[in-house]
């Protein structure tokens, strides 16, 4: 398997192409780094575009949802965009043209598979708990059939896409920084507050350490 993802069509940038990353380390530390994805389908010829929850095993990326979604349901086999994206700051310029964000995101291209299988589907969504809880799926009560029969997981090859990154300092024209304007960047960071207890939990329950200790970005 190569380092990097080719190049393609769909894939390249056709501007600011230094932004752009094809090698395989920033396309999944990214993906690490975001659960929080867009899936975009193709149904009855119209686009939809679901939000929900991605994690990544090895070359693969997985997703899930209700076996209900007319989306999920029509996409088994058919092509898909997935797109993760992480605000890093507010880029400030002295003229609006060059106002910016620094981001980081992937887009991935693909064929989608349905996980079919039900003990590789009971194992998928462990990993996607534990990916987020290192440890939380093996302390919970074992998933029902109607919560296997519920959910739908699908997957894709990490093969064809991108990552795109911007940080640093706005890029002025040469003659605007002999202007009399503040520029600068404004740094975005997700946050973890405190945890708070559900009130039905039962005393003398401890917080487990994947609480305590969760952080995302």
Not at 23 to 41: F, H, K, W
Not at 53 to 77: D, F, I, K, T
Not at 139 to 164: C, F, N, W, Y
Not at 202 to 209: A, K, S, Y
Request: charge should be negative.
């Amino acid at each position: 398997m190569s380092d990097t993802l080719e190049v393609t069509e769909r894939s390249r940038l056709r501007r600011l192409h230094e932004r752009g990353h094809f090698d395989r380390e920033t396309i999944n530390a990214i993906l690490d780094a975001q659960p929080m994805c867009s899936v975009g389908y193709i149904m009855d010829g119209k686009p939809h575009v679901t939000p929900t929850m991605q994690w990544r095993e090895g070359n693969h990326v997985y997703w899930h949802g209700s076996s209900a979604s007319r989306a999920l349901r029509n996409s088994n086999g058919a092509d898909v965009c997935l797109s993760v994206a992480i605000l890093d700051g507010m880029v400030l310029a002295r003229s609006g043209m060059h106002h910016s964000l620094n981001t980081r995101s992937v887009t991935l291209f693909g064929k989608a598979f349905k996980v079919e299988d039900p003990q590789e589907k009971l194992e998928k969504l462990g990993n996607f708990v534990n990916s987020l809880y290192p440890g939380r799926y093996e302390t919970l009560r074992p998933d029902h059939a109607q919560d296997l029969k519920a959910t739908m997981v699908l997957g894709m090859e990490i093969a064809e896409g991108s990552a795109k990154v911007r940080t640093g300092a706005p890029g002025d024209e040469e003659a605007d920084y002999a202007l009399p304007i503040w520029a600068g960047v404004i740094p975005v960071h997700m946050q973890v507050g405190e945890p708070i207890p559900d009130p039905r939990n039962l005393d003398g329950v401890d917080i487990p350490d994947h609480v305590t200790n969760f952080r995302i970005g």
